[in-house]
């Protein structure tokens, strides 16, 4: 059965795998908000970025992530991230701020920073929260936990189109090294190494459609 506490999925796994665009169908069909926590730590790595000294001093760094507020967008219920009170969530899907969120990613103190903002995204009726952690560390009693992954030539695949669509110039080789690197690192990091949570019901989508993976995540939701 459901546990009594909020209702949480949390939805982790690899990078391009999938997690946002399930996150985002699932969250539409529960009415549920919807914290896709890659975008906090972009957020850290877009500040970072922006102020290359003050990764060398952690209380630097941790001040200016402070800064860093959520707010529920009405439409999409999902979590957007505001930097001094302004939006910045357009500003977050490079490459450049994507090497920086792995980077700072790792720092301790910053993780213990977002998990204060992630704490406070749950609200009735429910959270979809994604990430590399979020049934493993931060919402370790969720209702539901998905891990989900995909063959790397498929990600990287569709992280290019994705790019592409957007107009940035990239190349299939380099992000197909890059996502190795990402994975790599996700998984051999001393602090929330990304895994497979305890007792996550673990789904492939390499050659799955969104909508096949949303009607199989809602009917374990219903049976637990
Ligand atoms: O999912 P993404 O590519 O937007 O994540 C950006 C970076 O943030 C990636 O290097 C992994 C890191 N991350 C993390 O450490 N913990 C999370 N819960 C989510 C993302």
Do not use: W
């Not at 539409?28 to 003050?54: F, H, P, V």
Request: net charge neutral.
């Amino acid at each position: 059965m459901k546990s009594n506490t909020a209702n949480i999925i949390t939805i982790d796994g690899t990078s391009s795998s999938g997690k946002s665009t399930i996150s985002k169908l699932l969250a539409e069909k529960l009415n549920y908000s919807l914290l896709d926590s890659g975008k906090l730590y972009r957020a850290a790595g877009y500040i970072n970025s922006q102020n290359k000294d003050a990764s060398n001093d952690i209380n630097n760094l941790i001040n200016l992530i402070s800064k860093i507020s959520l707010q529920v967008d009405e439409e999409s219920f999902e979590f957007e991230i505001y930097y001094h009170n302004k939006k910045i969530d357009h500003l977050l899907y490079s490459e450049d701020v994507g090497k920086f969120a792995s980077v700072v990613s790792k720092i301790p103190e910053v993780r213990k920073c977002m998990l204060t903002l992630q704490h406070s995204c749950v609200k009735e009726p429910g959270l979809i929260a994604n990430g590399r952690d979020m049934g493993s560390e931060v919402f370790p009693n969720a209702s539901l936990k998905i891990y989900i992954t995909a063959s790397i030539e498929i990600r990287a695949r569709r992280r290019f189109n994705e790019l592409n669509e957007k107009g940035e110039n990239v190349d299939y080789e380099n992000i197909y090294e890059s996502l190795k690197k990402r994975d790599d690192s996700d998984m051999r990091r001393k602090i929330s190494p990304l895994k497979v949570p305890d007792n996550a019901e673990i789904i492939d989508t390499s050659y799955l459609k969104p909508d096949a993976i949303v009607d199989k995540i809602l009917n374990l939701y219903t049976i637990t």
